[in-house]
């Protein structure tokens, strides 16, 4: 039995959905570099729209915003000191 269309494109590592995931994120990081730099001032847009499908884009081939140091996993647990106090004895 001959391989099927699906397993052909698999092994060659590009589909059509990359090239539209590229697509997709490089016309929305274009929009959103020329509504910052302001070469068009007369064009109006909602730029939380761009920025939310360049997220997605970035999302779907592994891109993710680097967290801060003091936030996320590496914060230290708070010390509670309950030996002064009398919670829970009668």
Known sequence: ???????HDEK???????????????????LLTVSYLGFFPQMKMD???VASLLTGAMAS???ERKSNG????????PI??????????R
């Open 1 to 7: 039995m001959a391989p099927s269309t699906e397993e």
């Open 70 to 77: 003091n936030g996320g996993g590496n914060k230290k647990p």
């Open 80 to 89: 509670i000191d309950n030996k002064d106090t009398k919670a829970g004895i």
């Open 12 to 30: 060659e590592g590009i589909s059509i959905a990359d090239i539209v995931k590229c697509m997709v994120l490089l016309w929305s990081a274009t």
């Open 61 to 63: 081939f592994g891109i």
């Open 47 to 49: 730029n939380t729209f």
